[in-house]
């Protein structure tokens, strides 16, 4: 293969990865999006059903009239439009990490890294299209992950607290110096070697936490083999 194929194909494999990371935003943009218009609809729903039968009650002591039922259009309208516009979730800032549910601090996490994204130089917004890949997996490990186990406490350290002060440390440093090279590295690569460590770890604990399900899941199959089988026909005749 030629110089100019080899320069050729590794262009292509550059954009390959990027329409991947873009795909890979795209769709969770799109799932987040779904999530927060169905939200939305609920609450709209809940709200306006309860104003319907807040004024049928009333119209069976007190008459409604006119201005009645224009009252109740008025209040079905503004409820529409407050829980269309106002917020479907706070944006909870990482001093309130603490505080999130570990099972939504991935979730928090990512949303508040999203936010991030235009102080980052563009190396370290790919590597957060990466991490919410990561973070949107190890969510669904600790859905049921007890609070008091030791996995519980490094991940709320590692994702609430080291990720967020990675960052925010980063945004510290006045915009001049950070492409400055000192110590032999710049701000900006301190920051990309960083996210590349805590995108490992994060893999590294859901594969942790995924074998040790997978552990589970064998050793309830052995039980059950035992219980309804016999050790005779798993072990197989002598």
Partial sequence: MSEVDQTIARAQGTLDRMRERSGERAHRSRKRRQQQIGKRIVRIAI??????????VIGWIVPLGMFGALAVMAALIAATLFFAIFPVEAEVQPEKFHETPLKALPRQTESWLERQRPALPAPAANLIDSIGVRLDTLGLQIANLDEREPAA??????????????????????????RVDRHGVTPDAQLVQGLKLI????????????????????????????????????????
Wanted: hydrophobic share 40%.
């Fill in 153 to 178: 406490a490094e991940i709320r350290k590692l994702v609430g607290e080291e990720l967020p002060e990675l960052i925010n440390g980063y945004k510290r440093v006045p915009e001049p110096l950070r």
């Fill in 199 to 238: 995108e490992e770890e994060i893999g590294q604990m859901t594969a942790q936490l995924a074998q040790g399900d997978l552990d589970l899941l064998a050793t309830r199959g052995r039980y059950l083999q035992i219980r309804y089988r016999g050790d005779d026909e798993i072990g197989g005749p002598a």
């Fill in 47 to 56: 709200a306006d059903t309860a104003i319907i039968v807040a004024a049928i």
